[in-house]
C-alpha cells in the first residue's frame, strides 16, 4: 500500500458545501452499517441462545467482550495507518470485511463459531470510525465540527433503528441465519461506493477556509505523522482527555450492557414477540438517540460560543437525569410505562459523544485526529462494550437461581446502570473543569 497522497482538485471539491455534506452523509451510512451489523445481533440473541443452549454469560461475551476486545485493541494502528495511507481506503477495506463476516455468521452451528466470526466483525468495524471523524474534523470549519460529528454520530442510531426493526422482523420471517445475511451483504455496495466517490481531503483543510496552498503547507509541515508514542504523550498529558475517557468508558458499560440485554429483558419480563419489540426499540433507541444526538451537538456548538466547558458539561447534566429514569424503567410493572421511561433514558444517555470527540480533536496536532479518537474509542469499547454486556450477563446468571430468569436479569441491569452512571457523571464535571486549560497549553 502507497503512502495517501491528496489530488490537486480535492480543495476546490470541498469547498463546495454540496459535497462536504454529501461526504459527511455517505459516511455516516457507513457508520450506520457499523452499527446495524455490530447490534443485529442484540435483536436475535434470545433466538440463538435458544437455538443453540447459550448461557446469559455467552450472550454477553459475544455482543460484547470478544467484539470489543479486537475492535479496540486493533483500532488504534489501524487509525496510525489510515493516516500514513489514506483514511478512505481504510474505511472502505474495512466496510468490506465486516459486512461478509456478518453475512458468514448465519452459517455458525455453535458458540466458538459465532465467537470467531464475532471477532471478524470487531476486526473489520475497528478500521471504520476513527479514519472517518478525522476527514471530518478536516472538512468542516471549528464552528460546526461537532455538529458535523454529532451527525455522523448519528449513524449509531440510525444503526439501531434497522437492526431492531429489520432484524426483528426477518428474525420473525426468515429466521436468525438468513437475517444475518441479509443485513451483512449490502456493506460491500457501499464500500465500492466509499471507495468510487470520496476524496482524500487535505489535512486541516477547513482551518485553512478551504485554502488549498495554506492547507498543503500546513501538512508539509507535519508531512510524516506524528510518532505513535508522542501521540499518546499528547493525549494522556491533557487532563480533560483522561476524565472524558473515564466517562465515556462508564456511560458505554452502561449503554452497551443495559441495550444489548434490554431484548431479552422485555421478552423474559413481559412476554412480547420479537417482532414487537424490535420495532418499538427502533424508534426508541434509533429515532429517539438520533435526534437526541443531534440536537446536543447543535446545543453544545451553541453554548460553548460562551464557554468550551459545555461540551463536557451538557452530558454530564443529561446523564445526571437518566439515573432516575433507570428505575423508572426496569422497575415498571407493564410495559407501556417501561417503554415510556425508556424514552428519555435513551435520548439523555446519546448526547455525550459528538461533544467528547469535538473536544478531543481540539487538544491535538492535525495529523493527531484519527488517533485521538481511535484511543478514546479503545477505552470507551474495551471497557464499555466489552464488560458492560459481560458484567450484566454475569450478573443476571449469578441471581437467577434466587430471582428467577426475569427478575435476575431486572436487578442485574438496574445495578449496573446505577453505579455506571453515578461515576461517569463525576468525570464528566471534572473534564469541564481541566478542558479550558488544556485548549490553552
Known sequence: MKPAETEPPTANRYRKPGYRWYVLGLLTVVYTFNFIDRQVLVILQELIGEDLGLMDWQLGMLSGFVFAVFYSVLGVPIAHVAELYGRKRVVSLSLAFWSLMTALMGAAQNFVQLALLRVGVGVGEAGGSPPSHSIISDIFPRRRRAFALSLFSMGVYFGYLVAYSAGGWAAEQLGWRATFVVVGLPGVLIALLVAATVREPIRGLADHGYSADAASSAAAASAAAPRFLETLRVLWGRRSFRHLA????????????????????????????????????????????????????????????????????????????????????????????????????????????????AVAHSIVDLRQRAVASAVLFFLINLIGLGLGPLIIGALSDLLRPAQGDADGLRYAIIATALVAKTWCVVHFVLAARAQRRDLTT
Do not use: K
Request: net charge neutral.
Open 246 to 357: 473515564i466517562a465515556g468508558s462508564l456511560q458505554s458499560l452502561a449503554g452497551y450492557g443495559v441495550g444489548n440485554f434490554m431484548p431479552s429483558f422485555v421478552i423474559r419480563a413481559h412476554d412480547m414477540a420479537i417482532g414487537d419489540i424490535g420495532w418499538r426499540l427502533a424508534l426508541i433507541t434509533g429515532l429517539g438517540g438520533a435526534i437526541a444526538i443531534a440536537f446536543s451537538g447543535w446545543a453544545t456548538d451553541r453554548l460553548a460560543v460562551r464557554s468550551q466547558t459545555w461540551y463536557a458539561r451538557f452530558p454530564a447534566i443529561a446523564i445526571a437525569l437518566t439515573v432516575p429514569l433507570a428505575l423508572l424503567t426496569f422497575l415498571a410493572d407493564e410495559p407501556g410505562p417501561m417503554f415510556l421511561a425508556y424514552i428519555p433514558y435513551e435520548m439523555l444517555g446519546a448526547t455525550w459523544l459528538g461533544a467528547s470527540l
